[in-house]
């Protein structure tokens, strides 16, 4: 377990953040953090300061963050050990966000280590832009899946991961299918061996992180993954079979594509792509692509597509 010392100097550094967000009427205090601190002495120097405002604490692992929220801070877990201290930032910020702890225009303070191992050494001002919205969970909610936000959001993720990172430093797409698994089979069948057909539900449970690292290896692999509500991957490696003609698609866009809008309109499924020619991540629902996620350098930024009904003829 990492821990962080609430040294004097770090305790000063989080007294000048809290003043700091009181005076600028900013929105939130956001602390980058090594590992586990002492959440309650933080907790306390937050009262002191008379502060109401969200006090997020991120830091690598989940483990580092016992105790955090019964002291009333807010935690934020990254798994970004090894990223460097601008993505870790900006990371935080987004799952901030995702987590609704801030919102799309909010100014936020960020108290965090920019030089030295172990010292609070540097606090930013910094004002969200529209951007932030399309990191929002409410993008997913607003779909009104019965699939579950926990199980859109951690395919998702997935996606947009397998879009940034490919395999084996190559590009990699790959298409999941989430919900109404009963339906999709209908339409589904299988395109080689199954590596996950016989295990138990448990190991095949996307929520798991092992289960997100084995999904990734099969991305490779040809074909679509079936992913039921609650997350578990119901089949892998399946060619969809369904009629294409009523739907509207952009130019360029190919078979995994046309496949994955297909399948929505015939099912109440959800359909999440990765282009393995550009990494964007993709998402139909109802045969319309409702969201759409471009990979940006090492980070990610969500880019949320308004929802025009197609036109006969015309693109989506
Ligand atoms: N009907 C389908 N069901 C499941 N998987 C499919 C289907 N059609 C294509 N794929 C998968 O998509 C892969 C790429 O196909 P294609 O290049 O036509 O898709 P694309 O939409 O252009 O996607 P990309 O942007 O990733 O190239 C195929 O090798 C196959 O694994």
Known sequence: MATQRLTKHNRAMLASALKLVNQISADALIILLEGASDWQRMAEIGQEHEFDKPFIVAVDSVEDLDGAAEAGLKPLALNKAKAPLLERLQHALLEAAADELIKPNDEVVALYGGFTAGRLDSISHLKLDERMRRLSSRDLQSLESSVPLKTLKVVVDLAVQIGVEGREGKPVGALFVVGDTRNVLKHASDSGVDPFRGYNKKSRNLLDKKVQEDAKEISQLDGAFLITADGTIERSRQMLEVLHEDLNMSKGLGSR????????????????????????VRLYQNGFLKMQIEPMDKGIKWQEISFKPPSSGGED
């Open 257 to 280: 594509h046309w496949a994955a809008a297909a399948i929505t309109r015939r099912t109440k499924a959800i359909a999440i792509v990765v282009s393995q020619s550009t990494g964007t």
